[in-house]
């Protein structure tokens, strides 16, 4: 084992082994001090307050001329009996290292107000109109030669660029999302579905992954198979016509959880999977103007403090191209995935497709899915 570096070996004698940890955790620079920024999550846990605007809130203003939507969050929290250590009643298992599962059991915002410009990073990059073609709207940073990301972490680092918008709506289900995840495949690829004269339907797959515990408790990562879904937009974003995320639940395990039991990145982890029944978001209608002209040029509220709001007519979207969900959410998986790019058969098909073409049959046997992040 290589000695620590001497900053490290000084604070490991003054602090021990679970202090390093909770100082590591904190220390996101590495430079063995910790800012007032860093120290920031801590003194907000301790006083029970809350920064005026997080931020994400401060890089998506709303302007009162533009358009606006809501989206709805819909949660339902994981079953306990899905995870298989629930076989033996969750034997060694320390009540305190599941808390942050047991205690998330509803969205941590019901609902929030979007403008419609913020959803500009799922516009397809310029010259790109090829339906089925797949772009990075988060390109991933993993390769063989970096490995992965820490497990010693707790909070996410502050979003950049198109990484904001997917960050606010993921912080929707739970305050610490990482839109990057620690494992590869990472990242966020979507594609177009279809095209009309003003519209693009666009579909997407992002993988991301929650931090559910906080200092002192040790991290536990929740890490959903994937995010998928659909935004239909304007061509400069101006209008959003419909939007939808969710985790899906087709499957009978859909999410993956890791939990340490120790102080360091070497520490014991413990693994297991289980079944999410619903983690979705949803608009509530297309965006509207939040204000509007009368006919003698006064400005009125489109959605009024009392009574009814203001009813939209929205004209009829004529698509020139299509493409179906099906072949577009294979494409994307074929980005993530590579190794899709060879079929994969269930086991009853992949006899009769191997005695047609006189080939042998290659089994494999899996606990949970390699086209997805739950295994």
């Not at 089994?363 to 390699?370: D, H, M, N, Q, T």
Request: hydrophobic share 40%; proline share 10%; with cysteine.
């Amino acid at each position: 084992m290589e000695p620590l570096p001497p900053k490290q070996e000084s604070a490991l004698k003054a602090l021990g082994t679970e202090g390093l940890f909770l100082f590591s955790s904190l220390d996101t620079d590495r430079d063995m001090y910790i800012s007032p920024e860093e120290f920031k999550p801590i003194a907000e846990k301790l006083t029970g307050s809350t920064p005026a605007a997080s931020y994400e809130e401060e890089e998506l203003p709303l302007d009162p001329s533009e358009e606006t939507l809501t989206i709805e969050a819909r949660f339902q929290p994981l079953i306990p009996e899905s995870m298989t250590k629930s076989k033996d009643g969750f034997l060694g298992v320390s009540r305190l290292a599941l808390s942050g599962l047991r205690n998330w059991t509803t969205a941590a915002l019901p609902s929030a107000v979007f403008a419609a410009r913020h959803f500009r990073p799922f516009l397809p990059p310029r010259g790109q109109v090829e339906l089925g073609e797949p772009w990075w709207i988060i390109p991933s940073e993993l390769s063989v030669f970096t490995g992965y990301l820490s497990n010693n972490r707790f909070y996410p680092p502050p979003p950049k660029g198109k990484e904001v918008i997917i960050h606010r709506l993921l912080s929707m289900f739970h305050p610490r999302p990482f839109v990057k995840t620690r494992f590869a495949p990472q990242g966020a690829v979507a594609c177009l579905t279809a095209i009309s004269d003003f519209y693009y339907t666009v579909m997407f797959r992002i993988h991301a992954e929650f931090q559910l515990s906080e200092p002192p408790d040790f991290p536990f990562w929740f890490s959903p198979g994937q995010f998928t879904g659909h935004i239909i937009l304007s061509k400069d974003a101006t209008h959003i016509r419909d939007f939808r995320l969710f985790v899906p639940n087709h499957r009978s395990l859909n999410v993956d959880m890791e939990w340490l039991y120790g102080a360091s990145e070497s520490s014991n982890m413990e693994v297991d999977i289980g079944y999410i029944p619903q983690m979705e978001l949803e608009a509530l209608g297309p965006s509207v103007p939040s204000v509007i002209l009368d006919e003698d040029g006064n400005m009125i509220d489109s959605r009024p403090p009392s009574g009814e709001p203001l009813q939209f007519v929205f004209e009829e979207i004529k698509w020139q191209q299509e493409l179906s969900w099906e072949e577009a959410a294979r494409r994307l998986e074929v980005a993530m995935y590579p190794f899709k790019k060879v079929t994969y058969l269930p086991f009853t098909e992949a006899f009769d497709q191997a005695k047609a073409k006189n080939k042998l049959v290659h089994s494999i046997l899996l606990w949970g899915a390699l086209d997805d992040q739950s295994c």
